[in-house]
């Protein structure tokens, strides 16, 4: 099954997530993998988590 989503929340869980980056593949891994080694993902998460509430409603705008 395929999944594409905006949101980290979404895909957090997946035993594979594929980062895209101008249309070629930067890295897959799992969610762990991919925050502890990639630059991408580290700061897309950094991004969504900030402002993140208890409940993980998301982002408060």
Do not use: C, F, P
């Not at 998460?45 to 982002?59: E, P």
């Amino acid at each position: 099954k395929l999944i594409i989503a905006q949101r980290i929340t979404s895909v957090m869980d997946a035993d594979m997530i594929v980062i895209l980056d101008d249309g070629k593949v930067h890295a897959v891994g799992t969610h762990k993998e991919l925050l502890a080694n990639d630059t991408i993902y580290q700061e897309i998460y950094a991004s969504q988590m900030k402002g993140d509430d208890a409940d993980g409603k998301g982002i408060q705008r």
